[in-house]
């Protein structure tokens, strides 16, 4: 669904301005909002009629004749079957609407996650993320939804006994709206107030959910390690200061409902003492005293229900503003329009330069190495040398900040970001696996038209499917969530067959064979020798024994390229390469 508030520049400071933005999503809803309307148009009516009909009542008392009492029990009966049908109108169609604004809210959110570059998911953390999706959003639904049907509902009631005593007396009605001002001075500082906390309530949610999300995920290590105290100590920690918040809010709410309803009570107190007195009275009935008075007291619950409301929508505000924050983030830059159907595989580096924002220092410093399409380079050195920063730059995933880098004598930026992550298969040591089936994982998103056979032969070239035949399912097995059902050695090797199965021209291989034993490490060295025929490979691996055969070895440090040689020319050279090699070879033996 397509909205206009997704397109807003920039997020409008004040709540006003917000709540606004948060309304125009409902405008493709307004059949439903407007039916809601009518509801609560429906529902004010039979209240103040309720207030009205006590002028009838006291007549049918007074006077009991078979009309009066035949007319007061159509009146109870027609006023009561009024307001239900005004009451289910209001809730069903305003829920409806609120719930479809939710569902439009969570779609825009999740779609520019989708587009935003990493360096927004390195500031935050996956739980906090997870929170604005679920919890923050659902907020909003409160705003959108019970907020708005009370507003409306009450507010129209207030309007029709207003307007009933007006008519009855004008005199007492605006003794009655004297104690207005003060009123709306209460309401006007809690709202700020709701409004400050719900904030730190919106950020405490997300503490909540980042740390649970980490010690759940990461249960395996805590145990191991001891880390239960900690972790129990972390977890209350933000809970309670989610609790403090909370609770502030539950007394401001508790203090400023019972003033109101003070204010109001004196209001009536002020209103039943004057009234009383028979210049004011004038010729009102009896009945049309008790008319007014009721009018005057049902007119508390309405008022105390409008106030309270306040609480409802600064919440939706402070959680709808962190939300459009996320929303109007912007995405990753794509004016690239090169959209080649396969690429050769050349890639040049050129003077390239490259830091991660906020740091001072380059990571890469003066990158310049040509790799013919076809050709296999690894990168060596020892860890923080630069080896995967300089990998994760050819699918755009970081912007180099100095040089150039080519691919088919084409800049990267020429490309479309589609287009240049089509050509490049990608398998790191942190697999990701998704809670589906080993087909569905290894024919991953644009390979999902991939045929039954095709995934098969990937499976069989990554040596996956001597324990694929083994489960239960086949390729329909599911393993769990991020492939828990597998060993480390399976998930590699499922990641690897995704690699195979997508045949892209270039492939990048970080320390793709570090989670295999030594038996399934040769047979994927095999296996990915055979794919890397024909495609430019870029090989990351900490153990130099399985890059020996590579068509040539760039060895890094501190962010440059110090050597760059075939694996005997290097050792003969007797440079930073040779020591690594000997460092290794000594542990191994």
Not at 423 to 445: E, H, P, S
Request: glycine fraction near 8%; aromatic fraction near 8%.
């Amino acid at each position: 669904m397509e909205t206009d508030p997704t397109q807003s520049p920039a997020l409008p400071d004040s709540s006003w301005g917000t709540y606004k933005r948060l309304l125009a999503y409902v405008k493709p809803f307004w059949l439903a909002f407007a039916l809601a309307v009518v509801g609560n148009v429906i529902y004010a009516g039979a209240s103040t009629g309720m207030a009205a009909a006590m002028e009838y009542v006291i007549a049918a008392i007074e006077n009991p004749t078979e009309d009066n009492r035949l007319l007061l029990t159509v009146v109870i009966v027609g006023v009561f079957a009024l307001r239900g049908v005004g009451t289910f109108m209001s809730q069903y169609f305003i829920n409806y609407v609120g719930r479809q604004v939710i569902n439009a809210l969570r779609n825009d959110v999740f779609d520019r996650l989708l587009t935003l570059p990493s360096r927004y998911f390195d500031d935050n953390a996956a739980g906090r993320l997870v929170s604005k999706l679920t919890f923050n959003v659902e907020q909003v639904a409160e705003a959108t939804t019970n907020a708005v049907t009370i507003s409306l509902r009450e507010g129209l009631t207030i309007v029709g006994l207003l307007s009933f005593m007006l008519y009855t007396n004008w005199k007492l009605t605006l003794i009655f709206l004297a104690v207005g001002p003060i009123i709306g001075a209460v309401v006007s500082y809690a709202s700020k107030r709701f409004r400050r906390i719900s904030k730190r309530i919106q950020g405490s949610m997300g503490d909540i959910t980042h740390v649970a999300s980490e010690s759940i995920s990461g249960y395996r290590v805590v145990r191991t390690f001891g880390g239960e105290d900690y972790e129990q100590q972390r977890f209350r920690e933000v809970n309670e200061r989610n609790l403090k918040q909370s609770l502030k809010m539950a007394s401001t709410q508790a203090i400023s409902v019972p003033v109101i309803q003070v204010l109001v009570a004196i209001a009536i107190a002020a209103l039943v003492w004057t009234m009383l007195a028979p210049e004011i009275r004038g010729g009102m009935t009896t009945g049309q005293l008790v008319a007014f008075i009721t009018a005057a007291t049902t007119m508390a619950k309405p008022i105390r229900q409008v106030t309270s409301v306040h609480a409802k929508i600064q919440k939706g505000v402070a959680a709808a503003y962190d939300v459009f924050e996320t929303i109007d983030e912007q995405p990753e830059q794509d004016p690239g329009t090169y959209s080649p159907q396969r690429v050769e595989g050349t890639i040049q580096f050129k003077d390239v330069a490259f830091r991660y924002r906020d740091q001072l220092d380059n990571v890469l410093e003066g990158i310049s190495v040509e790799i013919p399409a076809g050709q296999s380079v690894a990168l060596v050195g020892r860890s923080g040398s630069g080896k995967s920063s300089m990998v994760s730059l050819l699918p755009r995933f970081y912007e180099f900040t100095g040089g150039d880098i080519l691919i088919d004598d084409h800049s990267l930026r020429e490309y479309s970001l589609k287009a240049l992550r089509s050509q490049i298969a990608l398998v790191t040591q942190n697999v990701v696996l998704f809670n589906d089936t080993i087909a569905a994982n290894i024919a991953y998103g644009a390979l999902r038209d991939c045929g039954r056979e095709e995934i098969r032969e990937a499976a069989a070239k990554a040596h996956a499917l001597e324990f694929i035949d083994r489960m239960p399912d086949g390729l329909d097995t599911m393993i769990g969530d991020n492939g828990v059902m597998l060993s480390g050695g399976q998930r590699q090797r499922l990641a690897i067959a995704r690699a195979l199965l997508k045949n892209a021209p270039i492939l990048i291989l970080d320390e793709a064979t570090s989670a295999l034993d030594t038996e399934s490490e040769r047979h994927i060295q095999e296996a990915l020798e055979t794919v890397m025929k024909g495609r430019t490979t870029l090989v990351i691996a900490h153990r130099l024994s399985t890059i020996e055969t590579a068509d040539r070895i760039l060895v890094m440090d501190n962010g440059r390229i110090i050597e760059t040689g075939r694996h005997d020319e290097l050792l003969s050279a007797g440079g930073a390469y040779a020591q690594l090699h000997q460092m290794q070879f000594s542990d191994q033996t």
